[in-house]
Each structure stands twice: as structure tokens, then as C-alpha cells.
């Protein structure tokens, strides 16, 4: 399909919208002026002056035309309709001189021209316009000589006074139509605003939030503290199984566990269709329910933002769509800094923590012990017995299930707080961070009694199930026994002690 370009012929005719300064005083200027004019052609009935005044009034009549064209036209339409406005000062100040200063249309006019300058540009602007209608009133009355004639009649006054009535009422008409606009931008500028606040605000919760569970429940605390007349749910659905939903939160909607339940499988009913916004049902307090999707914005899930408002209007829309932009991105790049954490923490065949965390905690204890020794730190050193022989009859793969079997039950020994790494090959190690001997003793205790001469079944390459019993070597020491840097050492030493003692009364039964 070609999109053909409008000619420059085209272009150049198609005129812009002036600024709105110049709509809003294009009626009571036509008004003032059409006024003006047929004041002109009363007195030149009462006078019988005719087409001598009269046809130079016509140009009057021009006058509004003009000064519309010139702020359609100008650059600057806004200071092409200030200048107008003065203008319109001097223009009237010269036609009170041609009207030889008719008393009511010289007052009248005058302050209608001091007001509209004072109303746009303060105090100056209305001097200078002051300025340009006596300098307009006066410089006609030098040129063509001064003749003062300030009352005609009362017929006339009635009409200038109307006139002035009915320009005021006009005036006063724009003024409120100009204030309603202002209110409304000011509402909007305010949505605007709390949009951005939230924006900022979704922003900063991704960066502290640890994990996705909180970042999604604090950025939905945040969205409905700048919003508070609506509400907010979030739901996480896996991509392949769109009926499990991996992570929900919600705020100012107060559903229960079954209602949440419930929207969670109607979304997932509907995670085929394409991005936007889509109308859920009707609640029992009158409000709706809408959702937007993520749509392609996350790699593993299907993500819906659902949000209860009254009704759902152009600018909620776009709102909701910036909202969802910033939810997907935020949790994409959760998700992801996250794996990279695990991966670089964490031992990849038991999803224990790595040497690396380890090494690196166990600095930071050292440190810590340095900087107040009265807390102290401990560390338990285990290796398992026979992984080789294992290793070496039944293959790698077996050998690699009693690591991960080890790893599982030590796990459950550990309390919060303790660190349990793999060390290399079959050693493991616990790091106590604010614990003396007593922590590894206690632990150490467990293993003997849980864990040591356990069987466990694991599965050969050829499918069969072979038994085996977990032995572990145990060393373990404090830094309330030796200083903070010779801890690690000591406890290595010890386990080293534990395996040949072991060893020995193996030999010996
Ligand atoms: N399956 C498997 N084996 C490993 C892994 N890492 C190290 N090993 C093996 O673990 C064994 C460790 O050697 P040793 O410390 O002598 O093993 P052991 O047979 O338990 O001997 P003791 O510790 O002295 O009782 C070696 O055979 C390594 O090849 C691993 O990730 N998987």
C-alpha cells in the first residue's frame, strides 16, 4: 500500500489552531467592534455627517477578521494576539477622537481596553495600553483638530450603556469558559502526576524487593496509594500450564482465597487472546473488573494486571497499559537478576550454597569477630565416606544422587541462618554465623543420630536400586578457640583426625 504525501500547495494552505488566548477574545472583539460601528452610524444619522463617517467606520468591521488572521498566521500566536490587544487600544483610542469624544464610548471603551490588557498582562501591559488609547485619542485630535461634543443623546447613551452591559456579560462568559479549562487541566495534570509518582514508585520497589512475591505485593501497596479509588490484582500464570498460577498478589480488592482462586483459572482461560484490556464482570458494589494482559512482555508467564474501577475510560486504558509495561519489566528483570544470583551463589548439582558464598560469609564473620570479638562465629566440616568406591563400582551418576541425598539431609538439620555449602567434591560445610562451639556440637549431635549408617536407595543407570548406608566424617571448630582467621583450618584438621580414627576402627572390626 503506498501513503501518498499531501502536495506543498496542500501544506502550505492548511492552517494551524491559534493559540487560545486569540479564540477566546475573537467574539467579544467582533462584538466590541460591530458595536462600535453602529454607534458610528447613529451619530452620523444624528448628525448627518452620512458616508463620511460611516464608510471609514466600515473598516471597523475588518478589524476583527484581521487580527484573527494575523494570530492563525504569526509564529508566535500568542504575542501576535498581545499585540492585537494593544492594537485594539490605539485603533479605539483614535476612533473616540473621530467620535469627538462621546463621553460614554470613550469611558467605556477605554476601560474595556485598560481591563483586557491588565486581565492578560498585568499592570504594565494596561499602562501601555493607557498609554496608546490617550496617545491614539489625542494624536487623532491634533491631526484633524480637536472637537468635543461628549453627550448626543439619551437614545444613544441607552446603547452604548447596553453595549457595555452586554460586553461585560460576554466578557465575563469567556472568563468562566477559559476557567472551566483551566480546572480541567488542572485535574488532568494532577492524574498526570500521580501517574508519574506511580511509575517512579513501581520503579523503585523493583529495585529493592528480594524476591517476586514482595516486589508484586509492594508494587500493588504502592499503585493503590496513588490510586486509592481503585484496586489491584496481579496474577503470574505459567506459560505451557496457564491453570497454575505461580504468583498473585492483590491490594484494595479485597478477594478471598476462593475468589482469587476463581479469577485465577477465568485468566487462564483467556491467555490466548492478544494484548489490551478486557472487561471481567460485574461486582456486587456496582464496579467492574478489568484485566490487561502482559502479552509477550514476559518469558516464562502469562502476567494480567486486573483492576476494579467504576468504568474503564480512555485515560484508565493508557494508565493501565503504562502500569503493565512497568509490572512485566520489572519482574522480567527480577526474574532474571535473581537466576543470575542462584547461579552465581548457589552449587549446581545440590542447590546448596557454593565455595564462592561460603568462602566470602566466612570473611565476613572474621571481619565481624575483629570488630567485636564478643560474638563469635563456628564452623562443622563434613566429608562423606566411600563416595569413590561408589564412584568406582556403580559410575558418576550414582555417586551423584548420595551428594544430592546428603545434601537433602543436612538441609533438614540446618535452622534459618545457618549456612550450608557444598565445599568441593563430597564435602560439605555449616557456617554458624553468631554461634560458638555449641551450634556445631548440637548439629553434629543430629548428624550422628539421623544421618550416620542411614540407608538410602539409590537408582543404577541399568534401573536397578542399590542400598547404601551414609557415612559422614565430622570436624568442626569456634572462633572462641582459636583466632578468627584459623577456624576454617582447625575444624578441617579435625574432620581429617575424625576420618582416620573412623578409618581405624573400621579396620579393627
Ligand atoms: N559422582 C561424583 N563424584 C565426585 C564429584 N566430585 C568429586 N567426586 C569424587 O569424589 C571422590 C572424592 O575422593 P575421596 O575424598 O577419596 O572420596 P572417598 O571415597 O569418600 O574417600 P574418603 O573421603 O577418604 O572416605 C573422587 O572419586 C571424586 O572423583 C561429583 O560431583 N560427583
Same mark, same amino acid.
Given at each position: $500500500?503506498?501513503?501518498?504525501?499531501?502536495?506543498?500547495?496542500?501544506?502550505?494552505?492548511?492552517?494551524? #489552531?491559534?493559540?487560545?488566548?486569540?479564540?477566546?477574545?475573537?467574539?467579544?472583539?467582533?462584538?466590541?467592534?460591530?458595536?462600535?460601528?453602529?454607534?458610528?452610524?447613529?451619530?452620523?444619522?444624528?448628525?448627518?455627517?452620512?458616508?463620511?463617517?460611516? =464608510?471609514?467606520?466600515?473598516?471597523?468591521?475588518?478589524?476583527?477578521?484581521?487580527?484573527?488572521?494575523?494570530?492563525?498566521?504569526?509564529?508566535?500566536?500568542?504575542?501576535?494576539?498581545?499585540?492585537?490587544?494593544? @492594537?485594539?487600544?490605539?485603533?479605539?483610542?483614535?476612533?473616540?477622537?473621530?467620535?469627538?469624544?462621546?463621553?460614554?464610548?470613550?469611558?467605556?471603551?477605554?476601560?474595556?481596553?485598560?481591563?483586557? /490588557?491588565?486581565?492578560?498582562?498585568?499592570? %504594565? %501591559? $494596561?499602562?501601555?495600553?493607557?498609554?496608546?488609547?490617550?496617545?491614539?485619542?489625542?494624536?487623532?485630535?491634533?491631526?484633524?483638530?480637536?472637537?468635543?461634543?461628549?453627550?448626543?443623546?439619551?437614545?444613544?447613551?441607552?446603547?452604548?450603556?447596553?453595549?457595555?452591559?452586554?460586553?461585560?456579560?460576554?466578557?465575563?462568559?469567556?472568563?468562566?469558559?477559559?476557567?472551566?479549562?483551566?480546572?480541567?487541566?488542572?485535574?488532568?495534570?494532577?492524574?498526570?502526576?500521580?501517574?508519574?509518582?506511580?511509575?517512579?514508585?513501581?520503579?523503585?520497589?523493583?529495585? +529493592?524487593?528480594?524476591?517476586? /512475591?514482595?516486589?508484586?505485593?509492594?508494587?500493588?501497596?504502592? =499503585?493503590?496509594?496513588?490510586?486509592?479509588?481503585?484496586?489491584?490484582?496481579?496474577?503470574?500464570?505459567?506459560?505451557?500450564?496457564? !491453570?497454575?498460577?505461580?504468583?498473585?498478589?492483590?491490594? *484494595?480488592?479485597?478477594?478471598?482465597?476462593?475468589?482469587?482462586? +476463581?479469577?485465577?483459572? %477465568?485468566?487462564?482461560?483467556?491467555?490466548?487472546?492478544?494484548?489490551?484490556?478486557?472487561?471481567? /464482570?460485574?461486582?456486587?458494589?456496582?464496579?467492574?473488573?478489568?484485566?490487561?494482559?502482559?502479552?509477550? #512482555?514476559?518469558?516464562?508467564?502469562?502476567?494480567?494486571?486486573?483492576?476494579?474501577?467504576? #468504568?474503564?475510560?480512555?485515560? =484508565?486504558?493508557?494508565?493501565?497499559?503504562?502500569?503493565?509495561?512497568?509490572?512485566?519489566?520489572?519482574?522480567?528483570?527480577?526474574?532474571?537478576?535473581?537466576?543470575?544470583?542462584?547461579?552465581?551463589?548457589?552449587?549446581?548439582?545440590?542447590?546448596? &550454597?557454593?565455595?564462592?558464598? @561460603?568462602?566470602?560469609?566466612?570473611?565476613?564473620?572474621?571481619?565481624?569477630?575483629?570488630?567485636?570479638?564478643?560474638?563469635? @562465629?563456628?564452623?562443622? $566440616?563434613?566429608?562423606?565416606? *566411600?563416595?569413590? !568406591?561408589?564412584?568406582?563400582? &556403580?559410575?558418576?551418576?550414582? *555417586?551423584?544422587?548420595?551428594?544430592?541425598?546428603?545434601?537433602?539431609?543436612?538441609?533438614?538439620?540446618?535452622?534459618?541462618?545457618?549456612?550450608?555449602? %557444598?565445599? *568441593?567434591?563430597?564435602?560439605?560445610?555449616?557456617?554458624?554465623?553468631?554461634?560458638?562451639?555449641?551450634?556445631?556440637?548440637?548439629?553434629?549431635?543430629?548428624?550422628?543420630?539421623?544421618? !550416620?549408617?542411614?540407608?538410602?536407595?539409590?537408582?543404577?543407570?541399568?534401573?536397578?536400586?542399590?542400598?547404601?548406608?551414609?557415612?559422614?566424617?565430622?570436624?568442626?571448630?569456634?572462633?572462641?578457640?582459636?583466632?578468627?582467621?584459623?577456624?576454617?583450618?582447625?575444624?578441617? /584438621?579435625?574432620?581429617?583426625?575424625?576420618?582416620?580414627?573412623? #578409618?581405624?576402627?573400621?579396620?579393627?572390626?
Amino acid at each position: $500500500m503506498s501513503v501518498s504525501k499531501p502536495s506543498t500547495a496542500r501544506a502550505k494552505l492548511t492552517l494551524k #489552531r491559534p493559540h487560545r488566548l486569540a479564540l477566546a477574545t475573537l467574539p467579544p472583539r467582533a462584538f466590541a467592534f460591530c458595536h462600535t460601528f453602529g454607534l458610528t452610524v447613529w451619530i452620523a444619522l444624528a448628525e448627518g455627517s452620512g458616508w463620511r463617517l460611516i =464608510l471609514p467606520g466600515l473598516l471597523l468591521l475588518l478589524w476583527p477578521a484581521v487580527a484573527y488572521a494575523h494570530a492563525v498566521l504569526a509564529r508566535d500566536s500568542k504575542r501576535a494576539e498581545f499585540r492585537n490587544l494593544y @492594537f485594539d487600544s490605539l485603533l479605539f483610542g483614535i476612533w473616540c477622537g473621530v467620535l469627538d469624544y462621546y463621553l460614554w464610548a470613550t469611558l467605556f471603551i477605554g476601560l474595556a481596553c485598560f481591563m483586557n /490588557n491588565m486581565v492578560v498582562g498585568g499592570l %504594565r %501591559r $494596561m499602562a501601555v495600553s493607557f498609554a496608546l488609547f490617550a496617545g491614539g485619542a489625542l494624536g487623532w485630535g491634533v491631526l484633524a483638530g480637536f472637537e468635543f461634543r461628549p453627550y448626543v443623546s439619551m437614545g444613544l447613551d441607552i446603547y452604548q450603556v447596553s453595549g457595555a452591559v452586554i460586553y461585560l456579560l460576554a466578557l465575563a462568559y469567556v472568563m468562566n469558559g477559559q476557567n472551566r479549562k483551566i480546572g480541567r487541566s488542572i485535574t488532568e495534570i494532577q492524574y498526570q502526576n500521580r501517574v508519574f509518582h506511580a511509575l517512579l514508585d513501581l520503579g523503585m520497589v523493583a529495585n +529493592r524487593a528480594p524476591n517476586i /512475591n514482595s516486589l508484586l505485593d509492594d508494587a500493588l501497596r504502592h =499503585l493503590h496509594a496513588d490510586f486509592p479509588e481503585y484496586g489491584f490484582a496481579v496474577f503470574l500464570q505459567e506459560r505451557q500450564r496457564p !491453570e497454575v498460577t505461580r504468583y498473585a498478589a492483590e491490594a *484494595g480488592l479485597r478477594l478471598s482465597l476462593e475468589d482469587e482462586r +476463581r479469577l485465577g483459572s %477465568r485468566l487462564a482461560r483467556l491467555h490466548e487472546q492478544d494484548g489490551g484490556t478486557l472487561k471481567l /464482570n460485574e461486582r456486587s458494589d456496582g464496579e467492574q473488573l478489568y484485566a490487561t494482559s502482559m502479552a509477550g #512482555r514476559l518469558s516464562l508467564y502469562e502476567g494480567w494486571l486486573v483492576v476494579r474501577a467504576p #468504568r474503564l475510560d480512555a485515560a =484508565l486504558e493508557r494508565v493501565l497499559t503504562l502500569f503493565v509495561d512497568q509490572l512485566a519489566a520489572a519482574t522480567e528483570n527480577k526474574l532474571l537478576h535473581l537466576a543470575l544470583q542462584r547461579a552465581a551463589e548457589r552449587d549446581g548439582l545440590t542447590g546448596l &550454597y557454593n565455595r564462592g558464598f @561460603f568462602e566470602s560469609a566466612l570473611q565476613q564473620s572474621i571481619q565481624g569477630k575483629m570488630q567485636q570479638p564478643g560474638i563469635d @562465629f563456628a564452623v562443622l $566440616m563434613m566429608d562423606v565416606d *566411600g563416595l569413590k !568406591e561408589i564412584n568406582d563400582q &556403580y559410575g558418576h551418576l550414582v *555417586g551423584d544422587q548420595l551428594i544430592t541425598t546428603v545434601a537433602e539431609r543436612l538441609q533438614l538439620q540446618c535452622r534459618e541462618g545457618d549456612i550450608l555449602a %557444598r565445599y *568441593g567434591g563430597d564435602e560439605f560445610v555449616i557456617l554458624f554465623p553468631s554461634a560458638d562451639l555449641s551450634a556445631p556440637a548440637r548439629v553434629g549431635d543430629l548428624i550422628r543420630t539421623h544421618l !550416620e549408617g542411614q540407608h538410602c536407595v539409590l537408582a543404577t543407570t541399568e534401573g536397578e536400586g542399590i542400598e547404601v548406608a551414609l557415612r559422614l566424617s565430622l570436624g568442626s571448630a569456634s572462633s572462641s578457640e582459636v583466632p578468627a582467621q584459623a577456624v576454617l583450618t582447625l575444624a578441617d /584438621n579435625r574432620m581429617y583426625d575424625d576420618k582416620t580414627q573412623r #578409618r581405624k576402627s573400621s579396620v579393627l572390626n
